[in-house]
Each structure stands twice: as C-alpha cells, then as structure tokens.
C-alpha cells in the first residue's frame, strides 16, 4: 500500500507539473497542449531530481547547509542551469520527432517569460514538498483533509525510541556536534519508518516518537520489523560512525498499542497530536527498558497479537508496575537470534 501510495505521490506530481505547461501554453499560444506538457516535464523533472538527491547529491546537500538568503541565490542558479538543460533536451526531441515544426536553435531557446514562468511553478512545488517534508507526509494530508478538527477516537501503537548516552556525548564532544550527531541518527530512522508505514510523530531531545494506525503496525509486525531494520542499518555502517563520530549509537526502544484520542490542536502552529494513557504507558515503557537492561521492550498484550517476523524471539519478563498506571503491565523483551551457519 505504502508503494502505491509513493507512485501516486509521483503520479500527481508529474500530472500537475504537465497541467502547468499546458496552461502556459494556451496562454502564451493559445494552443500546443502536448508540446506545452512536454517542454514542462523536461525543464521541471531535473530540478525535482535534484531536491530529492537523485542528481548531484553532493551539491544539492550543500546548499540546503547554506545560510537562507545564500540558499535562496544557490538555489534558483542551480534551478536556472537545470531548466535550460531540460528545455534544451526536450526542444530537441520535439524537433528532431517533428513534432515541433521549427528550427533546432528555436526549439531549445528559453525565453525569459518562459524561464520565469517555470522556475515559479518549480519553486511553489519545492515549497509545498519541504512543508509535506517537515511535518510528514500523512499528518501534511490530514491537516489539509482536516480530519482531526474534531477528536477522534482510534487505535494506534506508538514505538519510543530514545538514544543511550546522548548526555555524556555532548560534554564531551560539545552540543554542535551532538547535534549534528543527532541528526545523522535521526536521518536513519527515516527509511525503515517509511518502508513499514509508520510516521515520525516527534522529536523530542534525543528521543523519536514513532506511530501507526493499529491495524498497520500489527500487519507482519511492521513495528517489530522497523526497530530491526534501524538497528540493522546502524550495525551496517559501524565503520562510518567510528570514523566520524566515535562512537556507535545505541538505541532504547518501548512499543505499545491502544486507544488514543487523535486531535488537531493550536492556532498559530497547528499540530496533530494524541492524547491518552496509551502514549504516556509507551514512554514508561522505554523507561523500564533502562532498568529491565533490556534494549528492546513491547507490551505482552501487543506482542500477543503479532506473529514475530523471522530471527526475532521474544522473552516475557513478567508483570510490572508503571507510574502513572493503575495496573500492572505485561512486558516482553525482544532480540534478535544469532544466526546458524
């Protein structure tokens, strides 16, 4: 589900994009729908490569490091040099085909109002990709859909996921560079969240909050398989966090599932947020994992309802007390079982 969703994602991409050459060219023209649409795909297609990272990653990531007004400059060069590459591409395949019926030279020619035309509809599709960015793809579409204006009560299970040792990394190394230390981590948790269909709700400090609609997370233990395959993707690039940061992370992490009340809250800065003890049972939750010394803990009541995936056992370490909890709460450890060659 989550890879069609990612092909419509690009589908309605492309269709808005080819939409805006269309329009462009009955405006400009008063006609050439198809030669409008084209001419739009290829000037427009590089620079959406080039803010996803498909092209000259390298580059791209410097500049988004740039300092904004730098950044904005930066920015709409790359974006300029990209649309007359594209356009040039394009010109000369609708000339070449015949469908364009016109010289080579005046086929790949960009004029300035074209020019201006493309790089505002780039610039308004980058803008809404980085705000769908920053708060996550399905809360962006709940709050434009409106969903949760009003409470709504649902289930969903939550995976906490703190970093061990954050604290003392900082002192030593300083707050900049636990920082960027953080950073790293957090751009790690980003695949495996997308790949099994949760959503990065929050981050607090050193500490990532993870969320599925219920029914998700127990499909093929897609909240079991995500804490494996980050854990997974660190062990994989050991080498790589000695050399740049020291150190290897080591995570901490607590699933439970529930009811919660999903509500859009505040004025000035909405926020889709959840509301119930099913959230504050899951931080207590990664709280006893300190103490139980064991990195990963689930709610026996959650674990009961998944088939555990493949090399992943479990451990019931019996009943205990949670602050805050009228009763006591089932825990089970999870890890995962050495391999036999």
Excluded at 66 to 82: D, G, H, N, R
Excluded at 139 to 151: A, N
Excluded at 279 to 305: C, F, W, Y
Aim: with cysteine.
């Amino acid at each position: 589900m989550r890879k069609i969703l990612a092909m419509l994602d690009y589908v309605m991409l492309f269709l808005a994009v080819a939409g805006s050459g269309v329009a462009y060219a009955f405006l400009e023209y008063g006609g050439g729908a198809f030669i409008g649409a084209t001419y739009a795909l290829f000037a427009c297609a590089p620079i959406l490569a080039f803010e996803r990272g498909y092209i000259m990653p390298g580059l791209s990531r410097r500049i988004s490091m740039l300092p904004t007004p730098a950044y904005i400059l930066s920015a709409f060069a790359a974006y300029a040099v990209l649309v007359f590459c594209g356009f040039g591409l394009g010109g000369t395949i609708l000339w070449a085909t015949g469908i364009l019926p016109t010289s080579w030279r005046r086929a790949v020619h960009v004029e300035m109002q074209t020019l201006v035309f493309t790089l505002g509809v780039c610039a308004i599709i980058v803008f809404v990709m980085r705000v769908r960015e920053l708060l996550g793809r399905d809360i962006f579409i709940d709050l434009i859909l409106g969903r949760y204006r009003r409470p709504v009560a649902e289930e969903r299970v939550f995976l906490f996921v703190d970093l061990v040792g954050s604290t003392s990394f900082a002192e030593t190394h300083g707050d900049l560079r636990a920082q960027e230390y953080l950073g790293e981590l957090f751009s790690v948790y980003a695949g495996p969240v997308r790949r099994h269909g949760g959503v990065i709700d929050d981050y607090i400090g050193d500490a990532a909050i993870i969320t599925w609609p219920y029914h998700m997370a127990i499909r093929r233990a897609a909240c079991i398989n995500c804490v494996f395959d980050i854990l997974a993707s660190i062990e994989a690039n050991r080498a790589d966090w000695l050399l740049r940061f020291g150190t290897v992370p080591k995570l901490r992490f607590a699933i439970h599932g529930g009811p919660v009340i999903t509500a859009e809250i505040g004025v000035d800065h909405h926020k889709i947020t959840y509301f119930g003890d099913t959230v504050n049972t899951t931080a207590r939750l990664e709280m006893l994992s300190k103490m139980l010394g064991h990195p990963v803990l689930i709610s026996a009541d959650l674990a009961h309802q998944l088939l555990l995936p493949k090399g992943v056992k479990s451990e019931y370490l019996g009943e205990h007390a949670v602050k805050g909890r009228g009763q006591t709460l089932g825990v089970c450890a999870l890890s995962r079982q050495a391999s036999i060659s």
